[in-house]
């Protein structure tokens, strides 16, 4: 498979005139110490954080502005009977006249006591439609959610043939990250028209389950006009298939591969259906699934790239994920490596150094899966399934996302 300004075959296809906040730590040092590893909890334990992004930011720099959206009203969340988590998608407008580059952002919960975590998205302009139409004709403020925006035509996964690039995955917050922050000097660009999703996972687990109170959080966006030296960067997705059959212990009609998928495809329609196939097809030799717990694919570089930080992103069965450039020749690097994925904290990495890659060179994705965590997740135990690629909490994802900087050869 190969990758260059907009990576062909990726599920998760970024453009750069809409990737915002994604690149949290692009080309400047985190402002909190999200990244630094540590034992995550338990998927599916959800334990209560404690605090908020109180800190106050970096002062502006010279040419930049503060823009805060919040949300339209406060919400109530209301999980199902037995649930404790939900997760809610608000529509926010950034109001934009003319284009801008994004060079940090923050999220600031309002009440802490139920905010586990959230995600900002990037919706360019022409996707704003759908998301409207989505919020309109959902009751109360929102709508529900999941690993991405929720709304078909405007969400991360879109990759139709000459469609707008859909939705862009800008900045995961926790409790106690601070503004993440770009060099001044760089950024992404936020088209007129360009909108904002903002996902909060609301946890209840400190309430016992009981009603915690509202909520009415903000992002705060750093915008500047840029200059003529401001450096555009871009997210590139690389995915990898997910071929994990249910445990020894576990059994049910979707342990079956192709109900699995049959089981996708009637959830989320054919496009997304049909992927795990289109992966095998790509990445494995002969096209042919290998089930199991770990999976890769090789993505082929055809552009020149100054490579700055990466993430990755799986659902609640990931154990561990890996983004090599030229795995097995003497010039090999690992340039992403987490070795206990954690759901709930999925920050983007800053490279040590910048990594130069060019026509040739190869990006290895391998993602680590466990269908053992299934009996740690409430809403999952009693699903066992031969998981493939999705989009519900049930389904897998393996993507390795980088952002890059395109030079001249």
Known sequence: MAVNAA?????????????????????????????????????GSHSAHAGGSSAPPPPLRAGERFVELKMAEAYTPAPPEGAVDEYRCQVLDP????????TGTQVMPENVAIAHHGIVYAVPPGDAAAVREQDARTPGLGWQCFGGTGVKGADVEDDDEGADPGAAWV??????????????????????????????HYNLLATDGKP????RSAVRLRLTDGTTQTRELETWSLDAPTDLPCAADESGPLCDRAASIADVTKRFGPVVGEFADEQVEECNEGGVPKPGDTQSCDHEVEEPVTLFAGFGHMHMLGRALKVELNPGTPGAKVLLDVPQFDFDNQRMVKLPEPVEAGPGDIL???????????????????????????DGTGDEMCIGIMTVSPRKS
């Not at 900045?171 to 996902?199: H, M, Y």
């Open 364 to 390: 290895r994705v391998t993602c680590t899966h466990d269908a053992g965590l299934r009996q740690q997740v409430p809403q999952l135990s009693k699903r066992p399934r031969y998981v493939v690629w999705g």
């Open 212 to 215: 915690g109170g509202s909520d």
């Open 7 to 43: 990576p062909s075959g990726s599920w998760w296809k970024f453009g750069a005139a809409t990737m915002a906040l994604a690149t949290t730590c692009a080309v400047a040092a985190c402002s909190s110490d999200a990244d630094k590893s540590g034992a995550p909890a338990p998927p």
């Open 171 to 200: 900045d995961t917050w926790a409790p106690g990250v601070t503004e993440t922050l770009l060099d001044q000097d760089a950024g992404f660009k936020l088209e007129p028209g360009s909108l904002i999703v903002f996902q909060m």
């Open 95 to 102: 109001g934009l006249t003319k284009g801008a580059f994004l």
